[in-house]
């Protein structure tokens, strides 16, 4: 296993740093709920991502164990092998994390049950095969989840009444979760009304004056922030997002909104933001602004028409639809747009 377990195996310390107990989001910056239980649901969902990503508690999660240092896993029954080896197949996860074990294996039996199937009765004793995999310890089990409800301290500890919360759950960081849960579903339809009010005004906004690099950053900012604060089903699929882009292309310059244009119907994007790159609209947006493009084959020409006036050769700038003519057939629409504002601003200005 290489699941980072939290609790050391020798002593009361922990395994990590406490920045690592400190939830953050992609942007490295600090997971905190705001005091309205309609942040709840889409703070937890962050929460549990970042769980995910760094890989604490894990095991605990799914089966409400913990890996040791010595390569073994601590469970806090016997009956929890038949769980984390599948012969009871029962999928927990962050978002309906592993109660203790005895708990576990009667809902299991009841769902059979209601399902008119007979109830199973786990192993009693630790197969001889698996006597080196597992130990049952239960106050290490009880430690990790004690760990995790200090980690989700660091975010909701702002929520009115969240004293009230971690005494009902008696320190577990499981039932933490759940009580959670149960208040953000709770939330009054006025707070939701709020949560989604705010993320739709930012992006009928949209960037504010001309997009720049600078500007598409605040406005990408602040779409992500008012995003993370909506529940999971209420956030926006990828399409959606990639219509929003498209539209602040459309508002930008000419010479941005050629850009995208092209860069898109090379590569078109399929969501917002792309693993270990830029988002996809503001490196597709800023391009134009950063460099000028590359002169590579199908897009050498369409380089060349998209330059400013002054940088352009003078073939180019006396014979534009020579350019726009090689051009890749997808751009000839959008070249044939620009080469007409272009021989306008020369009949406007005329060379001297």
Not at 85 to 102: K, M
Not at 278 to 300: D, S, T
Request: hydrophobic content about 35%; glycine content about 4%.
């Amino acid at each position: 296993m290489s699941t980072l377990s939290t609790t050391n195996e020798s002593n009361s310390a922990n395994t990590v740093s406490s920045d690592i107990l400190v939830p953050v989001d992609t942007d490295k910056e600090p997971i905190v709920c705001e005091d309205n239980d309609a942040y709840i649901l889409g703070t937890l969902h962050e929460v549990g991502r970042y769980y995910a990503r760094v890989g604490l508690f894990q095991p605990h999660f799914a089966h409400r164990a913990v890996v040791l240092s010595n390569g073994k896993m601590a469970i806090d029954s016997v009956s929890a092998v038949s769980f984390t080896t599948g012969v009871f197949a029962d999928p927990r996860s962050f978002d309906d994390p592993c109660p203790p074990t005895v708990q576990r294996l009667a809902d299991y039996n009841a769902r059979l049950t209601a399902a008119g199937r007979p109830a199973v009765t786990p192993a009693a004793t630790i197969p001889a095969a698996l006597a080196d995999t597992y130990v049952i310890n239960k106050w290490k089990v009880d430690q990790e989840d004690a760990t995790l409800m200090r980690s989700l301290g660091h975010v909701f500890s702002g929520l009115d009444g969240y004293e009230d919360l971690t005494d009902a759950a008696s320190g577990s960081g499981t039932e933490l979760i759940r009580l959670l849960r149960a208040r953000g579903n709770a939330a009054s339809p006025e707070d939701r009304a709020a949560v989604s009010a705010t993320h739709t005004e930012i992006v009928r906004n949209g960037v504010t004056g001309e997009t720049t690099s600078d500007t598409f950053k605040v406005f990408y900012d602040k779409y992500k922030k008012a995003t993370r604060h909506l529940p999971p089903g209420e956030r926006p699929p990828p399409a959606s997002e990639v219509q929003m882009i498209n539209l602040v292309a459309l508002k930008a310059d000419t010479t941005v909104a050629l850009q995208y244009q092209v860069k898109a119907a090379a590569t078109p994007p399929t969501k917002l933001a792309a693993k270990k790159s830029p988002p996809a609209g503001e490196r597709y947006l800023c391009a134009a602004r950063a460099r000028r493009p590359r002169r590579h084959a199908g897009l050498r020409h369409t380089a060349r028409a998209a330059r400013p006036r002054m940088q352009r050769t003078h073939r180019e700038r006396h014979f534009p639809t020579l350019a726009a003519r090689a051009a890749p057939r997808h751009a000839r629409p959008h070249l044939h747009f620009f080469m007409t504002q272009a021989m306008s601003t020369n009949s406007q200005h005329p060379k001297p």
